[in-house]
């Protein structure tokens, strides 16, 4: 709680040692640069930053609806219309970090929190890679299984459409209850995202405007998300 406003935030710790021991340094850095600069409402802004000889400091707005994660496993899935409103919601934050050449990577429902009216606010910038224009690929292995894109995969380098991949991977949980090619043993899930074809369950779970949107954004071809 801030002593003169008496405004409460959220304080994240971090340990150097820690950071240094893991080789995240550049991790940590690229969240603070990201986080600085950008002004979203559906991201979660930074407020202050400091540190001490041992720790750094990111002070952040106070988000406290709870992780999607927790949501999502509470209800087993959501409803069109919520998938859709935050699915909206999430196409905002990310259109806004690609248009400051901003790639997040690692979009899961871990990483996104609930304010108090029920809006989404993406969090955990550690895994972004700045500075990617439109032309340029990166190569770095990183990110979440069930939500990783082909091309991350087969290592043939990846730009922005990492992130429209995973924001389908996300919208098909959010229907269904699964990733859709979610498998209990890693290399089988790895498989099934370079060779399955997408797959929907029975019934009306995924009306066709969700699947036409789903399978546009789940093309292996990245050039064509």
């Not at 909206?88 to 990577?105: D, Q, T």
């Not at 459409?161 to 919208?171: A, K, P, R």
Request: aromatic share 12%; net charge neutral; charged share 25%.
């Amino acid at each position: 709680r801030k002593k003169d406003t008496h405004r409460i935030y959220a304080l994240k710790t971090i340990r150097k040692a820690h950071i240094i021991s893991r080789s995240e340094v550049a991790h940590t850095l690229a969240e603070r640069s990201v986080l600085a600069q950008i002004n979203n409402p559906f991201i979660v802004p930074l407020k202050f930053s400091f540190q001490s000889p041992e720790k750094l400091y990111f002070v952040l707005a106070f988000v406290n609806g709870g992780e999607l994660f927790h949501h999502l496993q509470k209800e087993h899935r959501f409803d069109v219309n919520r998938s859709r409103f935050y699915t909206a919601e999430l196409l905002c934050a990310l259109e806004c970090l690609h248009g400051f050449s901003v790639i997040y990577r690692d979009l899961k429902p871990e990483n996104i929190l609930l304010d108090y009216q029920g809006h989404i606010a993406l969090c955990d910038f550690g895994l972004c890679k700045l500075d990617m224009k439109d032309e340029d690929r990166t190569n770095t292995f990183c990110g979440t299984p069930e939500y990783l894109a082909p091309e991350l995969l087969l290592g043939q380098g990846y730009n922005k459409t990492v992130d429209w991949w995973t924001l389908g991977v996300l919208l098909y949980e959010m229907l269904t209850g699964l990733p859709p090619f979610y498998d209990e043993n890693t290399n089988e899930m790895y498989r099934k995202i370079l060779s399955d074809p997408l797959n929907f369950p029975p019934g009306d779970v995924v009306p066709p405007a969700a699947r036409d949107l789903l399978t546009s954004l789940l093309n292996g071809d990245p050039k064509k998300r």
